[in-house]
């Protein structure tokens, strides 16, 4: 589709059609994997995204902030993990959002946490469920499933006799480290080494007498490369709705899969360095470059038409807080003294971004490209929300 020409730009488009595969394509996979899936929600920021995963099959949703938390349960989503480690300074907001009626499952990954989250439960009357993070790729945080401090964690989760405190529920694992990897093999090796990490993790807290109902995996990598999830309750990814250009370095995409891209105007030329000046600089794209360390690298992100057609011969490599600047490099010299009507003062471009999650992070709202396809005079529009 071929957004209406006189749209206010940067702003970010969001292809309907694209989406709504992705979510299926992610859906109907943990369905034939026998596991329940909790999309992450902190990609989208966006209820109505979130909507969408639901009805396509998954039950309860992941949030990297209590504010993501909280925005969501306002929206009717009433159950949620929060998959980052609660700090104590949050205990009081996880205890007001659990009051009201979420069901609210925290992380911890430290004695001291654990400690600390007990004793506020006890001290409000409140019991909260609790998984501990485990460290299965070395990527960033958790513990070994083999270190001892694995039960020390399970055993300062604690509650009174009336279920005050706090309480292990299970395990979670993230193989972030998924994104690095670059051919299926790998991908697949690195699905089984989160699985069987965060499985033999709760062995070993079931056999010292610990429940640990809750096994939960995931990253958008590992769960559209893993070949069976035994042993898992429930996997988590996010990215998977949207996709960007990093996902496609990995091969877990195609660019033509990908479902955000920014709508940015022509304000500019230098012709005798073969510029083309766009309104969306690194404000728009966010400052992520995540391609650098892949096969190819699309600078601040890949260049298209305003139909989404890529174009080869312009490339994304500057850019400024409110500019744009895009390198020819498509010819020589006349190709480059032919930019200006190749490439018209006022021209819309569409830019795909490195990261979804990072380039969604810099926009107020969705601009919907619907999925019927045609010219729109107003595209519909789908608020997300930022901050913590």
């Not at 998959?83 to 001291?112: D, M, N, Q, Y």
Request: hydrophobic share 45%; charged share 20%.
């Amino acid at each position: 589709m071929h957004p209406p020409a006189d749209l206010e730009t940067p702003l970010l488009l969001l292809d309907e059609a694209r989406m709504q595969h992705n979510i299926d394509r992610m859906q109907s996979r943990m369905d034939a994997l026998g596991v329940r899936f909790r999309p992450h929600a902190k990609t989208s920021k966006c209820a109505e995204v979130v909507r969408r995963q639901i009805a396509a099959g998954a039950r309860g949703i992941t949030v990297s902030t209590l504010k993501e938390a909280e925005r969501f349960f306002a929206a009717g989503i009433d159950d949620v993990l929060y998959a980052v480690a609660i700090a104590p300074a949050k205990f009081a907001h996880a205890l007001r959002l659990a009051r009201a009626g979420l069901r609210l499952t925290l992380l911890v990954e430290s004695v001291a946490a654990a400690e600390q989250l007990s004793a506020f439960g006890r001290a409000e009357g409140h019991g909260f469920d609790v998984l501990v993070e485990v460290d299965t790729d070395g990527h960033r945080s958790g513990i070994a499933p083999a270190d001892p401090w694995l039960l020390d964690v399970a055993a300062a989760l604690r509650t009174d006799a009336a279920g005050h405190g706090a309480r292990l529920a299970g395990v979670l694992t993230h193989a972030g480290s998924s994104y690095d990897l670059r051919t299926p093999a790998a991908l697949e090796a690195m699905a089984e080494q989160e699985r069987a990490g965060c499985v033999a993790a709760a062995e070993v807290l079931r056999a010292a007498g610990h429940a640990c109902a809750v096994v939960s995996v995931g990253s958008t990598p590992t769960a559209l490369s893993a070949r069976h999830l035994e042993g898992v309750t429930e996997v988590r990814a996010g990215v998977y709705v949207f996709f960007d250009l990093v996902m496609a370095g990995t091969g877990i995409c195609r660019p033509d899969e990908i479902a955000l891209s920014v709508l940015c105007t022509v304000i500019g030329h230098r012709a005798e360095n073969g510029w083309v000046i766009t309104d969306a600089g690194w404000m728009a794209m966010s400052r992520d470059r995540g391609t650098q360390k892949q096969a190819h690298d699309f600078g601040y992100g890949l260049v298209c038409d305003a139909d989404g057609r890529p174009l080869p011969g312009l490339t994304f490599d500057a850019a400024n807080q409110e500019h744009g600047v895009l390198q020819w490099t498509g010819g020589d010299g006349d190709d480059a003294i032919a930019l200006a009507e190749r490439f018209p003062l006022g021209a819309q471009l569409r830019i795909v971004p490195n990261h979804a999650c990072a380039t969604g992070a810099q926009h107020p709202a969705y601009h919907l490209l619907p999925a019927a396809g045609g010219v729109g005079d107003v595209l519909p529009r789908w608020e997300r929300f930022s901050g913590w």
